[in-house]
């Protein structure tokens, strides 16, 4: 029998004597953690050295948090520099925050320098890490939970999300009960990252179709989840910005995935996972030698 309501947690901070423990941030290193166990294992099944991975995401992390600030910020700035904005706080991370699109692209920058250091080809690992990389974001959403926010428009169905007085949107009265959009995104990217398996093995997908896959999978679920939402936004037209960039997203993810399909075929087997040629070459271009050793598709550039 489904519940009346889902409640939201009591809190979502706590203290280890001076030290605030915070449940948004316990979320994402949970994400990250699963996501790098998954990755070695995967980039194991394609040839690489699994112990790669942490050195891939020593850049990757950093990259990817500084990136997925500066889009929430840059997307969503009336809070922090509108007229009783308050600028200070573009750095309290802690408060949630994090766009996920920012966070894709600095972090590629991050990997892709991890990956050149590291002698690691760039696609072979964003292979590797997309399905990774949509449970890491479904366990991030908990976050967002505990935080009470970014959820959706009101709902009667048993399923809606209880929130409390403090953290009301004005103009809604107490008990009222909302879409909960972690949960919705929670189970899209689950389903998304089991999918992305099926794919990869049914259509035998490699030299970067794996990543690109991931991001058509993820931008069609946060096109519908991003329609519920009701927390402030920037607005472009009748959609949300975030609406848009997926809609964009998906559909250039879609081109790279043609044209990796059409430049590479299906995934041949194992290929190593490290560049052959010489050390400057590690983790640049896939090109050179296509009918002489199989290619990997460059990727370029997960919370908002």
């Not at 946060?222 to 998906?250: K, Q, Y």
């Not at 271009?285 to 296509?290: L, P």
Request: charged share 10%; net charge positive; proline share 9%.
């Amino acid at each position: 029998m489904l519940p009346a309501a889902i409640p939201s947690p009591p809190q979502g901070e706590w203290y280890l004597g001076p030290m605030p423990v915070r449940a948004y941030a316990l979320a994402i290193l949970a994400g990250i953690a699963v996501a790098v166990i998954l990755t070695r294992r995967r980039l194991r099944a394609r040839g690489g050295d699994p112990a790669h991975v942490l050195d891939v995401a020593f850049w990757a992390v950093p990259f990817g948090i500084v990136g997925g600030r500066l889009y929430h910020v840059v997307s969503s700035p009336d809070g922090y520099f509108g007229p009783h904005g308050q600028p200070w706080r573009a750095f309290a991370i802690w408060e949630g925050g994090l766009g996920i699109w920012g966070a894709v692209a600095l972090g590629a920058v991050g990997a892709h320098i991890g990956c050149r250091r590291a002698g690691v080809r760039f696609s072979t690992f964003a292979d590797a890490l997309a399905p990774g990389l949509l449970i890491a974001q479904a366990i991030g959403r908990l976050g967002n939970w505990f935080n009470q926010e970014l959820f959706g428009a009101p709902t009667a169905l048993p399923w809606g999300l209880r929130i409390d007085h403090a953290h009301l949107p004005p103009g809604f009265v107490p008990g009222t009960l909302f879409h909960p959009t972690f949960l919705y995104e929670l189970a899209w990217n689950l389903a998304g990252a089991v999918l992305l398996v099926w794919l990869e093995r049914r259509l035998r997908l490699g030299h970067g179709q794996v990543f690109w896959m991931y991001v058509v999978v993820y931008t069609v679920g946060r096109v519908w989840v991003e329609l519920l939402r009701i927390d402030p936004a920037e607005m472009v037209g009748p959609f949300r910005l975030n609406v848009w960039t997926s809609i964009i997203v998906a559909l250039g993810a879609l081109v790279a995935l043609a044209v990796s399909r059409k430049r590479f075929g299906p995934w041949a087997g194992q290929p190593s996972a490290t560049p052959s040629g010489p050390p400057a070459a590690h983790g640049t271009a896939d090109a050179g030698a296509a009918g002489a050793r199989p290619a990997a598709a460059r990727t370029s550039a997960p919370h908002q």
